[in-house]
């Protein structure tokens, strides 16, 4: 993995040390440039006639994301973000009034309001399992839950928005497969900088965001959905005609593949460029690029835990690259100042952004860092030594 050239392929980290990908990351050029060049294209010939000319290229996106997940590309649906992803998946389950979900304290916000908001509609149940005294699900507890509720889907965020945790997807998986229930797997903040295997992880959904980890453009993301939600017939509760085909007036035949989840029209200019950034990721190697990110966040962790009355809030056996921070005695807007002047790109993280792993804690708003591979140990040095000054 040669630094230099990724860094010559990211222009926005040359002014500026760039600490925020879990946030929104850099594109590398070669993204905006497709986007851009299809754009163009759009410009001169309508969006139909470039879609048309550019079949091939598009249907590009279903392979790298295959590659990128360990499936095939039937698998794959696109979508415009990770909670389109995730409400189309949650929208296909059958809920019936009694129900119940099974999730954790630690899942995404918008998550969460999705399952109250099934509860208000279907009158289901919401079971939180159990964490340990180190953060990580209780693994026990989480099996005594569904033995005894029988839920009809398990919902797991695989990183929360804070804490570093790194939830046990993989064990989760097989308690599922055990009892044959629906797995859905939020994977927004792990895909692409975490290798993400969903042969290994077992679960029948996965949705993701293009604009974190895999830096590639707002307003993109993906749906994995496995071979045995296909084969059951599952299919959003909203379908047009690019998920189904309209064969009789009161009939329609879904389509065999993950496009089903799919809507018709689309942004091909942002799904071209999701696709280079993934492609862009595949031919690093996301084993290369985890390695790469586990030094860099332990040096990081190392010298920050290094500073006087700076307190990480690490939760959990297994941690990534997202750290949240807090030094006692000093309010949040001077963290802010030191780091806005030495132009260090952050972002803060508040209660309200995950209310359930903040419940816990009397903190309200806490600064997030999360470097990525275009990041240097010289860059990780600047940053604890602004730090360190406050």
Known sequence: MNIDVIRQDTPGCYDKIFINSAGSSLMPNVVVEKMTEYLHEEEQLGGYEVARLREKEINKFYSEIAKLINCNPENIAFAYNATDAYAKALSSIPFKKGDC??????DYISNQIAFLSLKKRFDIAIIRANNLANGDIDIEDFERIIKKHNPVL?????????????QQAEEIGKICARYDTWYLLDACQSVGQLIVDVE??????LSATG???????????FLYVSDKVLSKGLEPLFIDMRGADFINFDEYKIQKNAKRFELWEMSYASLV????AVRYAN???????FEYNKKLVKRLREKLSQIPGLRLLDRGSELSNILTLKIDRRELIEIENALKDAKIFYSVSTKYNSITDFSSDKIERVVRLSPHYFNTDSEIDVVTRVIGSI
């Open 273 to 276: 460029g999701l696709t280079e």
């Open 154 to 166: 398990v919902a797991i965020t695989h990183i929360p928005t804070n804490s570093g945790l790194v």
């Open 200 to 205: 290994k992880i077992g679960c029948d959904f």
């Open 283 to 289: 031919n690093i190697g996301l084993g290369k690029i």
């Open 211 to 221: 604009r974190k980890f895999l830096r590639g453009p707002r307003g993109t993301g």
């Open 101 to 106: 979900i099974l999730t954790t304290n630690d």
